[in-house]
Nanobody, 110 residues
Framework: VQLVESGGGWVQPGGSLTLSCAAS????????MKWYRQAPGKERELVAS???GGTANSVPRFFISRDNARNSAYLLMNSLKSEDTAKYYC?????????WGQGTQVTVSS
């Protein structure tokens, strides 16, 4: 299983950003997809998840989606704040194993 994130970068407070996660090596439609983030000095935290059927859950201002035809998941982040600065990771898991991408850095500052 390989997960590759993209779309991170620098954005001003109040801006928006969309992260992408391209998955390979798995039957994508069978996997719940999740986005986590980890800020310096803090624990990694879950920010969004989407079920195989498309039921989405996320923290306020963030929206997760998936495109099964493209084996991809997305995270739309709106009204970004400095406290959203973190490395964002795409993740999925079987009952035994958890898979992670390499992460993409999001920096929110003026």
């Amino acid at each position: 299983v390989q997960l590759v994130e993209s779309g991170g970068g620098w954005v001003q407070p109040g801006g928006s950003l969309t992260l992408s996660c391209a998955a390979s090596g798995l039957t994508f439609t069978s996997y719940v997809m999740k986005w986590y983030r980890q800020a310096p000095g803090k624990e990694r935290e879950l920010v969004a998840s989407i079920s195989t059927g498309g039921t989405a859950n996320s923290v306020p201002r963030f929206f997760i989606s998936r495109d099964n035809a493209r084996n991809s998941a997305y995270l739309l982040m709106n009204s970004l704040k400095s406290e959203d600065t973190a490395k964002y990771y795409c993740s999925t898991e079987t009952g035994i194993l958890k898979y992670w991408g390499q992460g993409t850095q999001v920096t929110v500052s003026s």
